[in-house]
């Protein structure tokens, strides 16, 4: 069975900290890896990864993936409260669909 | 910057009505997806269409579901007769072309209350 997942599934830090999200999958055909950040409603694209070991960098918020062991990580540095969401890594399977992790919801404190 | 947008943003319904959520994917868009999250669960795949057809369905999207283009513009699911279990928040999705077909750009939602 195809699956994805994601950890922690919670996670609360201070202002300032650095995370690292973790997403392993199991996926037949695997085509590309997504994060997406999720706040209210819709899932906002981030970042996708096809090659391994090149990283994908946007401000404060970097991703990389390993197609050997099936992973890939996603770290914000000097977190701020505007990155508190929930987080989704989702893997493109063949030619169409997303597969969904469960998500891991990042909490920023003052 | 262009968006997906969807109507209506909360739908309720009794069970085995009708209900159609509509899409408008961003306009140069040639694949297009519905997914939905039950509260607490999993993003999942129900369908994606390309070229006026479906493409692939999950086993989720049964005779109950369809999917249509009606004209350039539009998208929607159709679920024939609700059922409880229907009660989720419905994400439709488009991405540009075949190259980039996994970058997919969600709408922001139409959650389904089926009582």
């Known amino acids: 069975e195809d699956k994805v997942v994601q950890s922690p599934l919670s996670l609360v830090v201070h202002e300032g900290d650095t995370v690292t999200l973790n997403c392993s999958y199991e996926v037949t055909n695997f085509r590309s890896l997504l994060w997406y950040k999720q706040e209210k409603k819709a899932p906002t694209f981030l970042f996708m990864l096809t090659s391994s070991g090149i990283e994908k960098k946007s401000g404060r918020l970097s991703s990389i993936l390993d197609k050997k062991e099936l992973f890939s990580i996603l770290n914000i540095t000097a977190t701020q409260t505007g990155d508190s969401a929930i987080y989704l890594c989702?893997?493109?399977?063949?030619?169409?669909?997303?597969?969904f992790g469960q998500g891991t919801r990042l909490t920023i404190n003052p | 910057e262009p968006e997906v947008t969807q109507t209506p943003s909360h739908q309720v319904t009794q069970m085995g009505q009708e209900v159609i959520l509509r899409c408008v994917p961003i306009s140069n868009h040639l694949y297009f997806y519905w997914y939905r999250q039950i509260l607490g669960q999993k993003v999942e795949f129900l369908v994606s269409f390309y070229n006026n057809e479906i493409s692939e369905k999950s086993e989720i999207f049964d005779d109950q579901f369809s999917v249509e283009r009606p004209d350039g513009s539009n998208f929607t699911l159709k679920i024939r007769s609700t059922k409880l279990e229907d009660s989720a928040m419905y994400f439709c999705a488009s991405s540009l072309d075949m190259l980039s077909y996994n970058e997919q750009f969600f709408g922001p939602g139409t959650r389904l209350t089926v009582l």
């Open positions: 989702a893997v493109g399977q063949g030619a169409q669909k997303l597969v």
